[in-house]
């Protein structure tokens, strides 16, 4: 069942029964450990970081490996479907149980990111997203997507318009040009670090500056 009542076909989508079968589907120890190898490179590079804010953040297994890696920071998830973002708030992270497209933050955290969720979203969302993530973000934003140099839509597990890549990193760039790109990668799902659950995402670490 698709929820209705939202600004966009994908919002609904993800809201309603299929968002609770992914919430169901991706959770386990390989999903952590791949996580922790990933944002202990990113951390790396991303010095002093807080607070966090994850748009999309689904039952909670990036904001996990952070709160391993970062203990004491303030971890906080937007997160559309309701029953993931109960497992969310049950963990005790802070959670907004919203539509990232209508979420406005309160407070900039350190990091703001977003991780396989922008290729979801409908592309005609994408600057708003993009505004989101650099009024929200303290410092530092991190992008990790599935790249292509131009948009292209691709089948989604029989569904058609569920899935878009495209140089989201790129394109957030350009609409805020203080950010500078710090780092970047590729997750290969072969890679035996990632225990074949990254699914080939590009990363990419870009730092607000002023000037």
Do not use: C
Request: proline share 3%; hydrophobic share 40%; no cysteine.
């Amino acid at each position: 069942m698709i929820k209705s009542g939202y600004s966009t076909e994908q919002e609904g989508f993800w809201a309603g029964e299929f968002g609770d079968e992914y919430t169901s589907r991706n959770q386990g120890a390989e999903h952590h450990a791949s996580n922790l190898v990933f944002f202990s490179k990113v951390l790396s590079r991303a010095r002093g970081v807080r607070s966090v804010l994850e748009l999309g953040a689904n039952r909670g297994l990036n904001l996990h490996a952070l709160r391993a890696l970062l203990p004491g920071a303030e971890l906080a998830g937007v997160e559309i479907n309701a029953g993931a973002a109960e497992i969310l708030r049950g963990a005790g992270f802070t959670t907004y149980n919203q539509s990232l497209l209508e979420f406005r933050p309160e407070a900039q955290r350190d990091l703001v990111f977003t991780k396989g969720v922008q290729i979801h979203l409908a592309p005609e969302a994408l600057p708003k997203v993009y505004d989101l993530l650099h009024a929200a973000s303290r410092r530092w934003v991190l992008v990790a997507e599935y790249y292509n140099t131009s948009p292209v839509e691709i089948p989604y597990r029989g569904h058609s318009g569920k899935l878009f890549k495209r140089d989201f990193a790129g394109e957030l760039m350009e609409r805020h040009p203080d950010l500078a790109l710090v780092d970047y990668g590729f997750l290969y799902r072969r890679d035996a670090a990632y225990f074949e659950v990254q699914d080939d995402i590009t990363w990419f670490l870009m730092e607000k500056r002023g000037g």
